[in-house]
């Protein structure tokens, strides 16, 4: 069992900065890909970035350019560098791990998601 344990969320006004963290912890055999999800209110989830394990980084378009993906392998840390907040990056922000089992099976672990809220 993986557990995923989020942190840095809070309130800010646009055009500041927040990093977010995502420490996994459990009986882990091995991780691939580190992602952020986010979702607002009445709104589905939706894809934010991602970084594969040999560092190959994803954004969505309404992130590129403001938001900086990174992950500390040794410390299974996952990190969302946030700039140039927005007011509509206003969202609960969840972090997602794929975990690789020794059999080779893989299983999506998801965080509690940590509230970010940007005002104008």
């Known amino acids: 069992q993986v557990q995923l344990v989020e942190s840095g969320g809070g309130l800010v006004q646009a055009g500041e900065s927040l990093r977010l963290s995502c420490a996994a912890s459990g009986t882990i055999f091995g991780i691939d890909a580190m992602g952020w999800y986010r979702q607002a209110p009445g709104n589905q989830r939706e894809f934010v970035a991602s970084?594969?394990?040999?560092?190959?980084?994803n954004y969505a378009v309404s992130v590129k350019g403001r938001f900086t993906i990174s992950r500390d392998n040794a410390k299974n840390t996952v990190y969302l560098q946030m700039d140039s907040l927005k007011p509509e990056d206003t969202a609960v922000y969840y972090c997602?791990?794929?975990?690789?089992?020794?059999?080779?099976?893989?299983?999506?672990?998801w965080g509690q998601g940590t509230q970010v809220t940007v005002s104008s």
């Open positions: 997602n791990v794929v975990h690789r089992y020794a059999s080779g099976s893989r299983y999506n672990y």
């Open positions: 970084i594969s394990s040999g560092g190959s980084t």
